[in-house]
Nanobody, 123 residues
Framework: QVQLVESGGGLVQAGDSLRLSCAAS????????MAWFRQAPGKEREFVAA????????LYADSVKGRFTISRDNAKSTVYLQMNSLKPEDTAAYYC????????????????WGQGTQVTVSS
C-alpha cells in the first residue's frame, strides 16, 4: 500500500511559477512510476506528466511541454512538478498518481492516487 500526499498548490497570477510536491509513503514507496494529472471543473481528468522510477524516462502532455518539469527524489520518495509560465487554463486540481509496474499517460493505468492540490491561475 502506498499513500500519496500532494502539496504546493495555490493562487497565482498568469506568468508566475509554482512547484507541486507529492510525498509517497509505504513499502518501497520510491520504486513506483509516478505521474501528475489535473482536472478542471466540468472537464475530464487529463494527463500532465509522468516519470519512470527505473530510468527516469519523462512524458509530457503537449499543453505543458516547455513550461512544466517533472522530477523525483527517490531518497525522499517525492515527485515534483515545477510549473512555469502558468496560464489561466492551467487552473485545476492537480493529482499525483503511482503504479508499481505501469508507466503511461492513461490514468487508468495507475493504482494509487493522492487527494489533490488546487492550482488557480488568475489572468
Amino acid at each position: 500500500q502506498v499513500q500519496l500526499v500532494e502539496s504546493g498548490g495555490g493562487l497565482v497570477q498568469a506568468g508566475d511559477s509554482l512547484r507541486l510536491s507529492c510525498a509517497a509513503s509505504g513499502r518501497t514507496s520510491s520504486n513506483y512510476n509516478m505521474a501528475w494529472f489535473r482536472q478542471a471543473p466540468g472537464k475530464e481528468r487529463e494527463f500532465v506528466a509522468a516519470i519512470s522510477w527505473s530510468d527516469g524516462r519523462l512524458l509530457y502532455a503537449d499543453s505543458v511541454k516547455g513550461r512544466f518539469t517533472i522530477s523525483r527524489d527517490n531518497a525522499k520518495s517525492t515527485v515534483y512538478l515545477q510549473m512555469n509560465s502558468l496560464k489561466p487554463e492551467d487552473t485545476a486540481a492537480y493529482y499525483c498518481a503511482a503504479d508499481r509496474t505501469r508507466y503511461s499517460s492513461s490514468g487508468q493505468m495507475y493504482h494509487y492516487w493522492g487527494q489533490g492540490t488546487q492550482v488557480t491561475v488568475s489572468s
